[in-house]
């Protein structure tokens, strides 16, 4: 008997497969690499997906308000730059700038947003996707701006 973790994981490399013929782009969001072999036990989990294979773009949440340590954001960093040289299409996601479905979420101060963007800049990743825009206040929109 099959668990249900297989069938959904074929059921999503059916629909990766697929999604050509639809002529649709498919964005996955995935977990941030913590260290470059865990890319290997996402896949075996069916939470991340070979870009080379299943041609779909990769975003990592990268949301670097709900890192609890310098030591685990240095590993977190570490992975996405390792990731960004074998996936060109590598996008982020930042945030959160609004508290989310759990009501405790930490939002990430402008300071912090730029460093992310910056960080984004000199890794040559070009698209970020800010998460909770219901948190969207002048701040960010002038960080924004002057970032464009």
Partial sequence: MMTKNVVNKKILKKFFQEAPSYNIDIVTAEYPPFFIGINFIYRLLGISFDVKKYKHTQ???????????RFLSQLIRNGVIKL??????????????ATGVLGNEPIISVP??????????????????????????EDYIKLLNDNL
């Fill in 84 to 97: 960004r040289k074998i996936n060109p299409n590598l996008q982020l996601g930042l945030g959160t700038i």
């Fill in 112 to 137: 912090s947003l730029k460093n992310d963007i910056d960080f984004m800049r000199v890794n040559n990743i070009e698209t970020g996707i800010i998460f909770r825009l219901g948190g969207l206040n």
């Fill in 59 to 69: 975003c990592i949440m990268y949301y670097t308000s709900m890192i609890p340590n």
